[in-house]
């Protein structure tokens, strides 16, 4: 450390964030085990075990949520991920630097938009009212749809916002794996007669495989999270029963009654279901001979 202090100081901002924000909070887990009073305070508080655990399985709720939560994240992991791979392989393949850039910075700028930016832009384009494609629908003789109502469009619209918002962003952990693909490979496989598709095929996605892979382990552990912000946006009462997801319900119980001890519970429940799935989708792809996160 002596040698390597300055490296060491250049991480130091990122350990003090990490110390602060990540381990410290750590403690707070065992108010998951305690009926939290803000009046007792942290160590008055009184022991309940594994009670609020319990609770939260017999709750008749939590299989609703969990439904929701999966199958919301299902939808991201089958139409969200891939597409930023394909979205990076079509920028890696245009040649005009300019237009290259530009367009970059078209795809990666909704990401700056708020959430709640977000869901007044798909208000006024898909409400029932004043919603640019039922004026459309409307003006071709045909009746208005309910897209922000119903809840069979509800996880198809929250998986389109996210795509929407996010899959330019994604693509700058795929584009910068691609800029470290030595040329020569390319110069290589033009000499053979390789066309652009083989090259992309037999060049470009084995060089990102074990990107793509890392961050394939990463998604599935975030299985039970969703944008929680963005579900509270978007869900209203005759949508509750698709929208309803762990993160707004520890939010109804910790913030909205007060039970701070129940939201808790319902994070760490998340925590370790991500973790396992983690541990478990790495010890899968190390099996099959690939390289994992570790």
Do not use: C
């Amino acid at each position: 450390m002596i040698q390597h202090k300055l490296i060491y100081l250049l991480a130091l901002p990122g350990i003090v964030f990490f110390i602060v924000f990540k381990f410290v909070p750590l403690f707070g887990l065992l108010l998951a085990f305690k009926n939290y009073s803000p009046y007792l305070g942290f160590t008055g508080s009184e022991w309940v075990g594994f009670k609020h655990f319990s609770d939260l399985f017999a709750d008749q709720n939590f299989y609703i949520m969990l439904r929701n939560t999966l199958a919301i994240n299902v939808f991201g992991i089958i139409f969200m991920f891939p597409l930023p791979i394909l979205l990076s392989l079509m920028l890696n393949e245009v040649r005009h630097e300019v237009f290259k850039r530009f367009n970059q910075s078209i795809v990666y700028l909704p990401h700056f938009l708020s959430w709640v930016v977000v869901s007044s832009m798909t208000f006024f384009v898909l409400s029932t009212d004043v919603g640019l494609v039922n004026k459309l629908i409307s003006a071709a003789g045909f009746e208005t749809i309910s897209f922000l109502s119903e809840p069979k469009y509800f996880w198809g619209l929250i998986t389109a916002q996210t795509m929407w918002k996010e899959v330019g962003w994604s693509t700058i952990i795929f584009l910068a794996a691609m800029a470290g693909v030595d040329p020569q490979r390319y110069e290589a496989a033009v000499v053979d007669g390789a066309n652009r598709f083989r090259q992309i095929w037999h060049i470009t996605l084995p060089a990102i495989r074990s990107t793509i892979i890392i961050l394939l382990i990463l998604r599935i552990g975030q299985i039970t999270d969703v944008g929680f912000e963005q579900m509270l946006l978007m869900m209203n009462p005759l949508v509750m029963q698709v929208a309803q997801v762990f993160d707004t319900y520890a939010y109804t119980q910790g913030i909205l009654r007060g039970q701070i001890s129940a939201g808790i519970t319902i994070g760490m429940f998340k925590g370790v279901v991500g973790f396992i799935l983690v541990m478990t989708s790495n010890y899968i792809v190390r099996k099959l001979g690939h390289e994992g996160i570790y």
